[in-house]
């Protein structure tokens, strides 16, 4: 029976003791004296036991109502929606025709990005000019190999024939360096001079010393190309003033890469500039060395609409490891052109990284409330971004934990955002505090207590 059913029963036995005095009233005669003071005692005795269980009653009503549990506080949660970052724009050369692979962001970029990952224009044979040199250097080394970088390589006497190269060269309009009758050079510095200045009597020296002919020089480039795959490739001589000297943008990123991994070229056709004994000083002719990151590798060009480039660069875009870029634009109007071309290539892959916003330090995500009226927010504990390529899509998901003491900084979960490769995650926090409700409350509402 519980305390409401109680005390009604026992009032009810005190209305019955009072009516049996109404039908038995103390005062008149007839009655006992020592009847009427029995009564009276066994009318106090029940009165003392009503109000003591009244009070009873009272006082386990009010024990149990300010120490029974009270409902956990209600939780709404609502995840931040994902940011929706701008797509990037890769600024291709809008004449000639163009390629580009990307090394080192394939986890960005795409798996793809590492073999050839952007073009313009057609995949078709192309006159590629002194991008020749780069060509003649590889199948040199590969007859007469360097052991290293710094490897001078053996020694080249020119001779008479050497000698009246310089004179060939310079009635056909091609750059020179020159060469005095039995000068000698190592066979880096003949390479460097062929390739930095783009001399083309170094280049048909060389080739000739190397192989012993030109016939035979055009026979081992040949052997070479199909060795490497270069069936688009077509080379009739050593320094690419023959517009028959030709090849594609697909061909050239698979040499710019060969190019790249022999020490000896890559340090070479980074050298801005080199003074040696007999040419003297020479300045390289891609003169966009340094600039945003291009460390090579040959130009090429054969007049009007025929200026070329074949090139290395290392982005720095924000990531964890440096771009490694190889890139060609042929068929440019001018030199500037080419170069400008490049120019906003490079700088439209560095523009397509980027850091982007996710949420700011006390953004609400969530909140508690109770029947008694206290209330706090769930705030994201710190401002927060993430680094990814273009629109690359952002996925959001959001943890939370019940809290022990909801009181204000207790940290109640975690918002992780995912991009490519990335992920970033800030904590949540308790806003507020909830302050357990009031005796009087407790009193007044018993029919919310009693639950966890």
């Known amino acids: ?3 409401d059913q109680q005390l009604p029963d026992e009032l009810s036995d005190f209305a019955d003791l009072l009516r049996d005095e109404q039908q038995f009233p103390a005062r008149g005669s007839g009655v006992d004296p020592q009847v009427r003071r029995a009564r009276r005692r066994r009318g ?14 009272v ?25 929706v970052p701008a797509a990037a724009s890769l600024a291709l050369p809008a004449t000639g025709a163009s390629a580009i692979s990307v090394a080192g962001g394939d986890p960005y970029l795409g798996p793809t990005a590492s073999g050839i990952w952007a073009t313009s224009g057609t995949d078709e044979p192309r006159a590629i000019a002194s991008i020749t040199k780069l060509i003649t ?28 190269l310089y004179d060939k060269y310079y009635v056909m309009g091609a750059t020179i360096a020159a060469m005095p009758t039995g000068s000698t050079m190592s066979l880096r510095d003949a390479l460097a001079t062929m390739l930095v200045p783009s001399a083309s ?32 490739t077509t080379i009739v001589e050593p320094t690419g003033i023959s517009a028959s000297n030709t090849s594609t943008p697909s061909d050239l990123i698979a040499l710019g890469r060969l190019a790249a991994a022999n020490p000896a070229i890559a340090q070479i056709v980074a050298t801005p500039a080199l003074s040696l004994p007999g040419p003297g000083g020479m300045s390289n002719t891609n003169s966009l060395l340094g600039v945003d990151g291009i460390t090579g590798l040959k130009t090429g060009n054969l007049g009007d609409n025929s200026y070329n480039l074949l090139y290395t660069a290392t982005l720095d875009v924000g990531a964890a490891e440096p771009l490694s870029v190889i890139g060609v634009a042929l068929g440019g109007a001018t030199r500037q052109s080419v170069n400008a071309d490049v120019v906003r290539t490079l700088d439209s892959i560095r523009a397509g990284f ?6 700011a330090r006390g953004l609400e995500v969530g909140s508690y409330s109770t029947p008694w009226g206290s209330t706090a927010r ?4 710190d401002d927060a971004s993430i680094f990814t390529w ?9 943890d939370t934990v019940t809290p022990k003491t909801y009181e204000d900084g207790e940290l109640v979960g975690s918002i992780t955002w995912t991009a490519g490769p990335n992920t970033t995650s800030v904590a949540l926090e308790i806003d507020g505090s909830i302050i357990p409700p009031t005796e009087w409350w407790r009193l007044t509402h018993p029919s919310e207590l009693g639950t966890e």
């Open 1 to 3: 029976m519980t305390m």
């Open 59 to 83: 006082g386990g009503y009010l024990g149990w109502a300010l120490t029974a549990p009270v409902a956990a506080p209600a939780t709404v949660s609502r995840a931040p929606a994902a940011p």
């Open 44 to 57: 106090w005795v029940i009165t003392a036991i009503v109000f003591a269980l009244l009070f009873g009653t």
């Open 137 to 164: 250097a590889l199948v040199v080394l590969d007859a007469k190999p360097l052991a290293d970088a710094a490897d001078p390589g053996p020694t080249i006497t020119f001779d008479k024939a050497d000698h009246d």
């Open 354 to 359: 980027q850091q982007v916003p996710l949420v």
């Open 390 to 398: 273009s629109d690359t899509p952002i996925t959001v998901a959001m």
């Open 378 to 381: 769930v705030i994201v504990a």
């Open 201 to 232: 009597n170094y280049a048909e020296a060389v080739s000739t010393w190397a192989f012993g002919s030109q016939r035979a020089f055009v026979s081992a480039t040949r052997r070479w190309l199909a060795a490497h795959g270069l069936a688009g």
